[in-house]
Every structure is written in C-alpha cells, then in structure tokens.
C-alpha cells in the first residue's frame, strides 16, 4: 500500500506563487509515474503536470510556462512550484502515483485558491 500526503496549499492573490509537495510512503514501486491533478468545483478532474521517475514530464496547455514539477526520488516526493497563479487555477489538487503493475493512488488533495 502506498499512502500520499500533500501539503502547501493555500490562498493567494493573482499573480503570486504556491509550492505543493506530496510525500509517498509505503510500498512504492521504483518505476513510477508521479503528478499532479486537479478539480475545480463543478469540473471533472484533470492532469495538470507528471513526472516519470524516467522519462518525459508533461503538463497541461494551461500551466506550461508557468508551473514547474519536480521530483526528489530518494525523499519520495513530488513538488510543484506555481508560479503567476490565475483565479482559473482555483481547485482541489491531488498528488498521485502510478505504477506499471496498475497501482493507482491518491492524495486527500489540498486547497489552492486565487482571488482576483
């Protein structure tokens, strides 16, 4: 089992930062696929950035050039550093991990919101 712990959320202004940290404890395979996620009220969830523990990252047309995912492996942590935040940023982020025998585990998640 593997259990996921976000933290760094909060309230900002438009325009400011937030740093998200997720840290994965348990039975976490080597290979994996670590990210994030989000859902805003009335919206389905969506990808927002992932990272490989070797591969590509990826992220959401709506956060390139803006937030930044980054991975410690040997602290088994995921961080994203978001930068100039819109109020449309504003949703429930989770942290997730996958592994390629079909683990697939979430976050509690964690309030990001920006006012105008």
């Known amino acids: 089992q593997v259990h996921l712990v976000e933290s760094g959320g909060g309230l900002v202004q438009a325009g400011g930062s937030l740093r998200l940290s997720c840290a994965a404890s348990?039975?976490?395979?080597?290979?994996?696929?670590m990210g994030w996620y989000r859902q805003a009220p009335g919206k389905q969830r969506e990808l927002v950035a992932v990272?490989?523990?070797?591969?590509?990252?990826n992220y959401a047309d709506s956060v390139k050039g803006r937030f930044t995912i980054s991975r410690d492996n040997a602290k088994n942590t995921v961080y994203l550093q978001m930068n100039s935040l819109k109020p449309e940023d504003t949703a429930v982020y989770y942290c997730n991990l996958k592994t390629p025998r079909g683990g697939d585990y979430w976050g509690q998640g964690t309030q990001v919101t920006v006012s105008s």
């Open positions: 990272v490989p523990s070797g591969g590509r990252i």
């Open positions: 348990g039975s976490i395979a080597s290979i994996n696929v």
